[in-house]
């Protein structure tokens, strides 16, 4: 089967689906899997890849794509296991997938965004990737179902006995009180992070603009220092030329400084850079 892919391009989405299918398939052969060798595998990967997908990709670019599906699809992993242990009871999977994603962005060292849904619930089962919950203590309304600080027995207890008006413990606060203390705890812890996402970067792009002004500064610094340096290297040049002394000289030498002479003066007085044409400074004392 063809490919309009070329060698090298860039990967679509079809072809992460088709690779991470390759994978789970090899690697979870119950036959071969656990003792296949490395290049073996790949061998055999890239054979189920091409077959599903008809690209023409070598087993190199597999690898080395792998690597970096690996590398973003253990974050997710990682990202989803933090937002599993802090979503709160009454909260839903939207809730959950926001603080997965916001988790992912803050690990940092790739891409902000988690984007490889599909190939996530190919490998999600694998035990590489596969998420294991850590549930908190077991809770009724907030208050502990037993109470192991306290060892006394109400029938021993010497204010029973003293007096019958036993004041009476707090009661608990209701279901709908709990969760909503819960949900507003999290939403804060959201919101926090978010603004702490948000200076980092809004002081990483303030970092980013200083060192271009400095940049900037030093190099237009190093354009002056280059042009005053030209300046005076052309200005020593004319003095020396109107200093010559041609007293000693043959006519044609006379002559030649004469006009590197008079060129020296016109620039002076006229702001011209042209050669010498005219015998304005015809006078022989010049």
């Not at 926001?98 to 190939?119: D, E, I, L």
């Not at 709908?176 to 919101?191: F, Y």
């Not at 041609?246 to 590197?260: D, F, G, I, N, V």
Request: glycine share 4%; net charge neutral; proline share 5%.
């Amino acid at each position: 089967m063809a490919s309009s892919i070329e060698v090298g391009g860039s990967w679509s989405t079809n072809e992460d689906i088709a690779l991470c299918q390759s994978w789970v398939n090899i690697s979870r052969d119950p036959i071969t899997g656990n003792e296949m060798k490395f290049h073996h595998m790949w061998s055999k990967i890239h054979g189920e890849f091409c077959q599903r997908s008809g690209s023409i990709r070598t087993e190199m670019a597999l690898s080395s794509r792998w690597k970096l599906l690996n590398k973003e699809l253990g974050k997710w992993r990682n990202a989803l296991t933090k937002a599993k242990a802090n979503i709160q009871s009454g909260q839903n999977l939207t809730d959950e997938m926001v603080q997965a994603q916001m988790w992912f962005g803050a690990m940092g060292q790739g891409k902000k965004s988690f984007v490889h849904f599909q190939c996530w619930e190919i490998v999600k089962d694998c035990s590489r990737f596969k998420i294991i919950p850590t549930g908190p203590p077991v809770v009724m309304n907030e208050t502990p179902l037993h109470d192991s600080t306290s060892t006394d027995s109400p029938l021993d207890s010497p204010m029973e006995t003293e007096s019958p008006f036993v004041p009476r413990p707090p009661r608990p606060i209701g279901r709908k009180t709990a969760k909503a203390k819960r949900g507003a705890t999290s939403t804060n812890d959201c919101v926090q992070l978010l603004e702490q996402i948000a200076k980092s970067a809004t002081l990483r792009v303030e970092r980013d603009l200083k060192r271009d002004e400095m940049d900037k500064a030093r190099e237009e610094a190093f354009v002056l220092q280059q042009q005053m340096a030209q300046e005076k290297d052309i200005e020593d040049r004319e003095m020396k030329i109107m200093a010559m002394d041609t007293s000693h000289m043959s006519p044609e030498t006379k002559a030649y400084w004469k006009l590197r002479r008079r060129d020296v003066m016109r620039k002076k007085l006229f702001n011209d850079d042209g050669p010498s044409n005219t015998d304005w400074l015809n006078d022989e004392n010049h």
